[in-house]
């Protein structure tokens, strides 16, 4: 089972009570500009990052960010599901899903005992 912890509070997020979000407009912005702009790597827009939050802990919940329950995201098959579903949007790759997906391994990790 994974454990998802609120990035503002540190707190752990029970089902119900949060959400893993992205500001996808942000994201698709910047996707849009990477595409049609030629930019050297070291001038490229920034990745727009996912983040973990109690619904009480979002800054901007007026936003029409892009969301998923907690819950929805509590097993490694469940993860993967989502990764596939995001793979088909437009802006995944201008956000840091692989850093979200890094800290679901390394959790996951953590509670495998040695073989």
């Given at each position: 089972?994974i454990?998802w912890?609120c990035?503002?509070?540190?707190k752990?997020i029970?089902?119900?009570?949060g959400?893993?979000?992205?500001?996808?407009?942000?994201?698709?912005r910047?996707?849009?500009?990477a595409?049609?702009?030629p930019v050297?790597?070291?001038?490229?827009?920034?990745?727009?990052?996912?983040?973990?939050?109690?619904?009480g802990?979002?800054?901007?919940?007026?936003?029409?960010d892009?969301?998923?329950?907690?819950?929805?995201?509590r097993?490694?098959a469940?993860?993967?599901?989502w990764?596939t579903?995001?793979?088909?949007t437009?802006?995944?790759?201008?956000?840091?899903w692989?850093?979200?997906?890094?800290?679901?391994?390394?959790?996951l990790?953590?509670?495998?005992?040695?073989?």
């Amino acid at each position: 089972m994974i454990t998802w912890t609120c990035n503002k509070c540190s707190k752990p997020i029970e089902d119900g009570a949060g959400y893993v979000i992205v500001d996808a407009v942000e994201a698709d912005r910047c996707e849009e500009e990477a595409v049609t702009t030629p930019v050297d790597m070291t001038d490229a827009p920034g990745r727009v990052a996912w983040e973990v939050l109690h619904a009480g802990c979002d800054p901007h919940p007026e936003r029409s960010d892009y969301r998923v329950a907690v819950e929805r995201m509590r097993t490694p098959a469940q993860v993967l599901h989502w990764t596939t579903h995001l793979m088909k949007t437009s802006w995944l790759r201008s956000t840091n899903w692989d850093d979200l997906l890094e800290v679901v391994a390394a959790q996951l990790d953590a509670g495998t005992p040695e073989r």
